[in-house]
Every structure is written in C-alpha cells, then in structure tokens.
C-alpha cells in the first residue's frame, strides 16, 4: 500500500523558515517524479514544486522560485521542501503527491497534508 | 502559464443524474489533462489521467473526454458518495495548473 505521510508543518513568521519532509512507502520511490501540491484555506489546489525521480531536475512554482527548495534522498524514500522567506499567503495545507509516471505528471497518491501558518 | 477555466462553479443535481462539468484551457494543452475528486477534510483523489484514462480503481461510471482546450468529465449516474468537488490539472507545459474547481451539491 502507497503511503506518504509528511512532518515538520507548523506556526512560524513571516520572513521565517521550515522544513516539510515526506516519508514515501508502499513503491519504489526512487522511479517516481514528486511534487508537492497545497491548498490555502477555502481556496483551489496550486502546485507548488517537483523533481525528478533521480533528483537532477526540479521545477517551482513563480510564487515560491528563490524561496523554497525541493530536494530527495532516494536512500531514505523521502521528499523534502525547504521554505524561506515565508509570507503570509504561503499559509496552506501542504500535500506530498507521487506522479503517476516519470514523465506523466498526473497525481496518483496524495498525503493527507500538513498545515503551514505563516503568521505573527 | 495556462490557466485552466472549470464551469460550472457549482452543479447541484439528483442522485441517479448525469453530471457534465468543463474544464477549459487558455491555449492547447493536447490530451494532457487529468481530474480530481476532493471530498471535504481529505486529499485529492485521482479520476482521469490524459483525458480519458481511468485511473487504478475508479468506477467506469467516471468517463473524461477532449483534447486541445475543451475538456469533459462526465458522471453518468451520480452515486451519494460522489457529491464533492472536482478539479483539472494540466501537465502540458510548466508550471503546472489546476483550475478553481466544480462543486457537485445535492440538489
């Protein structure tokens, strides 16, 4: 069975840091592209980054590009996403998804999430 | 960046009914198109990957069909447990895109 469950969401400032995390089991994660997907409060899906199955290409989103870093370790099964400089507007729940194929970026497995609050 | 258009916002509509709901594109996105169901407090769940590709475990009673911008899913006969909200995502081009999603209601 598929599982992803993400760590490390939380309350933190504007201007702060945090490091989501995404424990993949249930497939070989290191033949998959990852992404990570969120949805603001009351608000539509915005995909947000992704990267390749073996790492070496990545892609943002324009509202998180120089502020947040998506990066994997295959030894580990586990996705990361390092955000700074956060704002108030990256206030969402945060979801972890496996692409359907390693060049088919449709989303088969989803996280449950996990809350970021950017807030004084 | 393509900005995906679903119609309508809202559909409200019998158990038993046919459900249509649009999703068009800004420019042609070919057959990469894919639709989600999301039921309140939980995750998006895959329907329909490439416009018509059922994904592992979807009843055939979800049925996806276009290509270029103008996109269809269709329910054919709305069970209870498919009262929720539906999005497109396109995989065309980068960045990827969702549109603002069709709320199926009970009518």
């Known amino acids: 069975e598929v599982q992803l469950l993400e760590s490390g969401g939380g309350l933190v400032q504007p201007g702060g840091s945090l490091r989501l995390s995404c424990a993949a089991s249930g497939f070989i994660f290191s033949n998959y592209a990852m992404s990570w997907v969120r949805q603001a409060p009351g608000r539509g899906l915005e995909w947000v980054s992704d990267i390749s199955d073996n790492g070496g290409s990545t892609d943002y989103a324009d509202s998180v590009k120089g502020r947040f870093t998506i990066s994997r370790d295959n030894s580990k099964n586990t996705l990361h996403l390092q955000m700074s400089s956060l704002r108030a507007e990256d206030t969402a729940v945060y979801h972890c998804?496996?692409?359907?194929?390693?060049?088919?970026?449709?989303?088969?497995?989803w996280g449950q999430g996990i809350l970021v609050t950017v807030s004084s | 960046e393509i900005v995906l258009t679903q119609s309508p916002a809202t559909l409200s509509l019998s158990p038993g009914e046919r459900a249509t709901l649009s999703c068009r594109a800004s420019q042609s996105v070919s057959s990469f198109l894919a639709w989600y169901q999301q039921k309140p407090g939980q995750a998006p769940r895959l329907l329909i990957y490439d416009a018509s590709n059922r994904a592992s475990g979807i009843p055939a009673r979800f049925s996806g069909s276009g290509s270029g911008t103008d996109f269809t899913l269709t329910i054919s006969s709305l069970e209870p447990e498919d009262f929720a909200v539906y999005h497109c995502?396109?995989?065309?081009?980068?960045?990827?895109?969702f549109g603002g999603g069709t709320k199926v209601e009970i009518k």
């Open positions: 995502q396109q995989r065309s081009n980068w960045p990827l895109t």
């Open positions: 998804v496996k692409t359907v194929g390693t060049t088919t970026r449709a989303f088969d497995y």
